[in-house]
């Protein structure tokens, strides 16, 4: 079965802290995306990568980062977390060719910053 | 700029058929996705438009004009496993994979 495996469902944290959230998919896919979910505003793009070592802002990059060194593993920094980060982030994959799939997404990180 | 419309929240009733609009204006355009996504979990794949008409699945369909920006889902003989949100997504890549959302609607399927 095929998976994008979010490392941790629930996180709290501290205001200031450095913030790793770890994504890993196992379907060999060349796409993968950070996302954060919001009630009454969706998902909201904020970074992704069309390959190893590559990455491009999305629609809210400020106050994240993000590192993909293999093509399995995409991860979202918070440099410095604030109480405004508090939301849902949600990984996401995708094969290069197949513009038919769509996403597959990973479970969840409900992130609290406090 | 990039905006995705759809209704906040719908009602219906088990055994009935509900419709879930979608109005969607993206920079570029490349399929119409819709997801479900039940509280708690992770969004998955429902149905792909990227030609005008209809796509038929089991009960569910989707149905997408381009000239109009407009897609909607149609459920049929809805069951109680249906209340789950349902996400609109517009890829606005023309070669790639990006999507934009909508924010979302929520189905509550009474007995």
């Known amino acids: 079965d095929v998976k994008v495996t979010q490392s941790s469902r629930y996180l709290v944290k501290r205001t200031g802290e450095k913030v790793f959230l770890e994504c890993v998919q196992d379907?060999?896919?060349?796409?993968m995306f950070w996302y954060r979910q919001d009630p009454g505003l969706g998902l909201r793009l904020i970074y992704f990568?069309?390959?190893?070592?590559?990455?491009e802002k999305g629609d809210i990059p400020e106050g994240y980062s993000v590192s993909r060194e293999k093509k399995e593993r995409f991860s979202l920094i918070l440099e410095s977390a604030s109480t405004n980060q508090t939301s849902m982030y949600l990984c996401?994959?995708?094969?290069?060719?197949?513009?038919?799939?769509?996403?597959?997404f990973g479970s969840g990180t409900r992130l609290t910053v406090v | 700029g990039q905006n995705i419309d759809q209704p906040t929240e719908m009602t219906a009733t088990e055994g009935a058929i509900v419709q879930i609009n979608c109005t969607y204006q993206t920079s570029g355009f490349n399929g119409l996705f819709w997801y479900q996504q039940h509280a708690g979990e992770a969004p998955t794949f429902l149905s792909y438009n990227v030609l005008d008409g209809l796509e038929e699945k089991g009960r569910f369909s989707s149905f997408l004009s381009r000239s109009k920006g407009y897609s909607y889902l149609l459920l049929k003989e809805l069951q109680m496993k249906d209340s789950a949100s349902y996400l609109c997504a517009a890829n606005r890549d023309n070669y790639g994979q990006n999507f934009v959302f909508g924010p979302g609607t929520r189905l509550s399927v009474l007995p």
């Open positions: 379907m060999d896919h060349e796409n």
């Open positions: 990568s069309y390959d190893v070592k590559m990455k």
């Open positions: 996401a994959s995708s094969t290069r060719t197949g513009a038919a799939s769509g996403y597959t």
